[in-house]
C-alpha cells in the first residue's frame, strides 16, 4: 500500500502481521503497534523528541553488562514491573505477596546451613538476625523449600555494584534450604534504605520528573518448592519513611515486617551478643500451583 499518512498507516502495519505463526506474538505486536501509535498521536510527538527516545534507549542498552540490568531498572521506575508481577501471580489474601525482582540478584550464591550461617562476612551495620519459616497458605510446613537471599550493605550497596567484584566474592547474598519445620535463620546486618542506581539513563529521567531515587530497607527473598508458585518478593523495614513512595512501586503490606531491636544479650539462637541487635521474625506463605488452578 503506497501513500501511507497518519490516519492509514497503523492499520496497514497491523495488517502485514497477518501471516504471525504464533497466536500469542500477533496478539502482543498487534496491540503494541496500535498503542504506540495512539501515543504519538496523542502528544503530537516531533521528529526531534522521537529521536531523543531512540538515543535515550540506546543509552539504557549500553548500560547494560553482566552485573547491571539497566532496562530492568527502567521497568522497576516506570512501575511496569509491578504491573505484570500483580497480574502474573495472583494469590489468596493469607498468601505473601509477590513484588519486583529487581537487577542485583545473582545465581548460584554460596550454600549455606539451614541454620547458623552468617552473610554479611564482617560487612559493617548492625547486627540482625532473621528467624524465617515457610509454609502453605494452609498453615502446612515446606521443608526443602530453597530459599535464595540478598540484599544491600550498610551503604545502600549491592556486592555487584563494586568494579572489583568477582562471583566467589560475594557479600550479602546466600542461598539456604528449609528444615523439616520449613524453617531457616541466618545473621545479617540491618538492612537500610537506599538510592537506586541514579549514574545512567534511568537516573537522568527520575532527576528531569523531579522524583526521588530511594527504596525503602529490605531484603530479598526467592524462594522455590517443586508444586507452588515461585516467591519472589521484599521484607521491608516497618516506618521507614519511603514505605509509601518506593522509587520502583514494590511495597506491599504482607510484606513489611517487624525488625525488632535488642539490647545486648542472649540471641534467638543462643548467641551472645555484646552489641545492640535487631530480629526479624518472618513467616512465608506459599500458594500451591494446582490450588492456582483451580481458581483460574
Not at 170 to 184: Q, S
Amino acid at each position: 500500500m503506497r501513500n501511507l499518512n497518519e490516519n492509514n498507516i497503523t492499520d496497514e502495519v497491523v495488517r502485514r502481521l497477518v501471516d504471525t505463526p504464533s497466536p500469542r506474538l500477533k496478539e502482543i505486536m498487534t496491540s503494541l503497534i496500535r498503542h504506540l501509535h495512539a501515543f504519538a498521536r496523542e502528544v503530537k510527538l516531533t521528529e526531534q523528541e522521537w529521536l531523543e527516545g531512540i538515543k535515550f534507549l540506546t543509552r539504557t542498552g549500553q548500560a547494560c553488562h553482566g552485573q547491571r540490568q539497566e532496562f530492568i531498572l527502567l521497568s522497576d521506575t516506570l512501575g511496569l514491573s509491578q504491573l505484570v508481577v500483580a497480574q502474573s501471580h495472583s494469590r489468596a489474601q493469607e498468601s505473601t505477596e509477590q513484588t519486583v525482582f529487581g537487577p542485583f540478584h545473582v545465581p548460584n550464591a554460596p550454600r549455606l546451613p539451614s541454620h547458623g550461617g552468617d552473610i554479611g562476612k564482617n560487612a559493617s551495620g548492625e547486627p540482625c538476625f532473621v528467624d524465617a519459616r515457610v509454609i502453605t497458605s494452609d498453615g502446612t510446613a515446606l521443608a526443602n523449600a530453597v530459599v535464595d537471599v540478598w540484599q544491600a550493605d550498610a551503604e545502600g550497596f549491592y556486592d555487584v555494584q563494586d568494579p572489583a567484584w568477582r562471583p566467589d566474592d560475594t557479600k550479602l547474598r546466600a542461598v539456604f534450604e528449609t528444615d523439616a519445620d520449613g524453617r531457616f535463620s541466618f545473621w545479617t546486618i540491618m538492612p537500610k534504605s537506599y538510592p537506586i542506581p541514579t549514574d545512567g539513563p534511568v537516573g537522568e529521567m527520575m532527576r528531569a520528573t523531579n522524583r526521588h531515587p530511594m527504596r525503602p530497607a529490605h531484603i530479598h527473598f526467592l524462594i522455590n518448592k517443586p508444586g507452588y508458585d515461585a516467591l519472589v518478593t521484599h521484607i521491608f523495614v516497618d516506618g521507614d519513611e519511603y514505605l509509601d513512595s518506593d522509587a520502583v512501586f514494590g511495597v506491599r503490606s504482607s510484606c513489611v515486617g517487624n525488625y525488632v531491636r535488642h539490647e545486648p544479650g542472649i540471641a534467638p539462637d543462643a548467641k551472645r551478643m555484646p552489641v545492640p541487635f535487631y530480629v526479624l521474625d518472618y513467616t512465608f506463605r506459599l500458594e500451591a500451583l494446582a490450588k492456582l488452578a483451580m481458581a483460574s
